[in-house]
Every structure is written in C-alpha cells, then in structure tokens.
C-alpha cells in the first residue's frame, strides 16, 4: 500500500513548538510518509525552534517582512502554498492553531481539495477581536477543516456549539509532549546569564508579552506595571526574553530598560526557555502557549489580558486572569510576591493540557480517518 503523504504546514514560534514531536510522531509511522512545509512568518524565531527539534523543512515559504501587516502574511502565504501542494501533493494537510499561517494553510488545502485536519482545535473566547486576529482564524479554520484535535473535553464542546461534531478527537496538546523532551533536572543554559540567575534567594519573575491586542495602550500599562513590581520588590529578578516584534521591542525598552533587576534579553531557545520556567517562581504573560506549559511545571501564572480561550488551568487555580490594567497588575503580582499562603494556593502541578501523548493520538486519528486503523482513546485528564 502507498504510503499517505502528510503535510505539517506552520510559520511562527508556538506553531513549531507544538507541531515538531508531530512531525516526528509521523516520520516514525511506516504508513505515512510525513512533509514539513513552512511558511516563516516568522523568521529568526521560527528557525531556532527548528534547531532545537533538529527538523528540516521539505519546503520553505520564507515570507517574512519586519511588521507584516495581517493581509501582506495572508497572501504571501496563500500564493506560495499553491506551489508547495502542486508539488509535494499531500493527501492531509495539518495546521496548528490560530495564525495567520494557520488560516492561509487551511484555506490553501481547501482551494486545492486538500482535506485538513486542525491541531489545537476548539479554542474560544467568543470575542471576535480578542485574540485579535486569532479567535477569527480559529473560526474560519473550523469551518474548513474535516478532523479536529481538541487538547481538551472543553474544546470539543466549544465545537459542539457550532454543529461540529463530526471527525472530532480529544488528545490532549502536543505542547506537553514537547515540554516532556526539553525539560530537564540537570539542565545547564546555554546563555550564562541564566546559570548566574540567583534561583536560591530571589524570586525569578519569568515575563512575556506580545498580542497585537495588546499594542497601544494596554502594552504601555503592563509594561509600567512590570517597572512598578521591579522596583518595588527588592527580591525580585525580572526576566523577559523580548519578542522580535519591533512593537513590542520599544515598548519593552521604553519602560523597562536600565531598571537593575530587569533582565531583557532576547527571545530565548524552546529548550532555554521550558527549563527557565521549570526553575522561576511566577510568570506574568499574555502567551497562549505559557499558559499552558506553566501549569504542567507547578508554576502559577498572571494572564495579562482580558479573556482567555484556556479556562481549563483558572478552574484549577494555577492560573488567574490579571487584565490589562495598571492596578490589577501591580496588585495581583504583589500578592504572590508578597503572601505566601496566596502563592503556595497556586504554585501545585497540574495537567488540564496533556498527557505527553497528544501527538500518538493525532496519528492513530489520521490513520484511523484513512481506514488504516482503529479509533483512538480520548485524552483524560
Ligand atoms: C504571531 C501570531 C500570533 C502568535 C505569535 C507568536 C498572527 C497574526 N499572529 O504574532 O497569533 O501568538 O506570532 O509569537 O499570526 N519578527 C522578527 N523575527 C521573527 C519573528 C517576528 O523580526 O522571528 C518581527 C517582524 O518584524 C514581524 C513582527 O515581528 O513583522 C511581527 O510578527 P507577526 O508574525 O506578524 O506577529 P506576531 O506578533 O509575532
Ligand atoms: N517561548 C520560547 N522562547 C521565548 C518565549 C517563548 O521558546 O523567548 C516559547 C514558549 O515556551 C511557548 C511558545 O514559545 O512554547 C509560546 O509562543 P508565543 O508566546 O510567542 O506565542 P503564543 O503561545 O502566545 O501564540
């Protein structure tokens, strides 16, 4: 029998982390042959996480421009994926998440009658313009894919509300398969400056901030936040590994540089950065995937937005919503400095995201789509 050809299609940093022990998962199956396609949305920051999970793209988009506009990723993407399905003639296309890669990948299958199948689905905020633009992108993507994989029971009823039930597994998220490769006891960092990181006798805040949501205001607020909690907490360190986005790269400078126990560094390997947050004692961030990752490390987290599409770790008290105002902010983040009874409330591992074995799930689920095997258990947590 042919073997099926299945294509990983992803772009940006968290999509690579996600799909990579996919990928791998795939190549080891002797029914499938697996393609890598991306896009490079990102560019520097996609191609460190290609590194650390040694993979080597069949194809590659490289689209990116310095601040990419919504519409110029969308084209480029679409007009460059004709080439890469007329070529590499997949059977499956998957996408990952909610980018804007995310999106065209999906569109591009469908225009080429390529069947989809969407890891990470089911996600919702149900506020169109926040995740701006990716609550839109998970919508439109449901409504092209045939096969969903949900990290979560919840995902999957989200989807239930929308009608879709058809073709829907729940297998946990591939993040926590990826986090089970990285994180070790024994790690050393390849930066020096984390291994000289006063992990014993200072509180580690371990910071990341780049939703485009975000820009403008609420971006200005939670970076004088973070200077505020800085300077008022002698026993702090502040670490933030700054996103390459030139947005967030100023705001970032603007408020936080030259403040003695704020370290702004740049963005950090998969690797570096899963072993950071296994060691820090809080993370204050807007990430989907920290929110996540967190949670499996023992690790309690501020979210500094207004929603999350991920209630699962908040209904497990790991996890509490700040907002994205001054006060809330300060407040919350001293809280846990400051009252250990509060942090110690919190700071307990939990695994609403996965098993480790998210990305067996998803393959069984190919498999078992092309009549190549039995239907896989869901994930439970
Ligand atoms: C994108 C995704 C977002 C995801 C985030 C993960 C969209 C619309 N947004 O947002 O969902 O949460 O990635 O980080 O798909 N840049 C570089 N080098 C890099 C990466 C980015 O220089 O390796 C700079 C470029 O100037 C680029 C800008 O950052 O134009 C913004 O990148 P872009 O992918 O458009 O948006 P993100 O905010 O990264
Ligand atoms: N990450 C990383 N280096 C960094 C910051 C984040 O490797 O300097 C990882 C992080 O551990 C998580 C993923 O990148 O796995 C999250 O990506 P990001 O926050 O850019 O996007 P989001 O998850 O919000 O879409």
Redesign the pocket.
Known sequence: MEKLRIMSVF?????AIKMAPLVKELAGREEIESICCVTA????????VLEVFDLKPDWDLDI???????ST?TSKCLTGMDEAIDTLKPDMILVH???????AGALSAFYHQVPVGHVEAGLRTWDKYS?Y??EM?RKLVTAIADLYFCPTENNRENLRREAVTEGVFVTGNTVIDALKTTVRKDYVFAAEELNRLPYDTKKILLVTC???ENYGQPMEDIMSALAEIARTHEDVELVYPV??????QECAKKHLADIPNVHLIP?LAADEMHNLMARCYLVLTD???LQEEAPALGKPVLVMRRETERPEAVTAGTVKLAGVKYDDIVGMAHELIADPAAYAAMAHAVNPYGDGCACRRIADAILWHFGRGGRPEDFHP
């Open positions: 772009g940006t940093r968290p999509e949305q990102h560019r520097e920051m996609l191609d460190s990116m421009t310095p601040r990419q506009t919504l990723i998440g909610d980018t804007s890669t995310t999106f995740p633009p990716e992108n780049h939703r485009r996103h390459l986005s030139p947005v967030v963005p990430s989907g995937g």
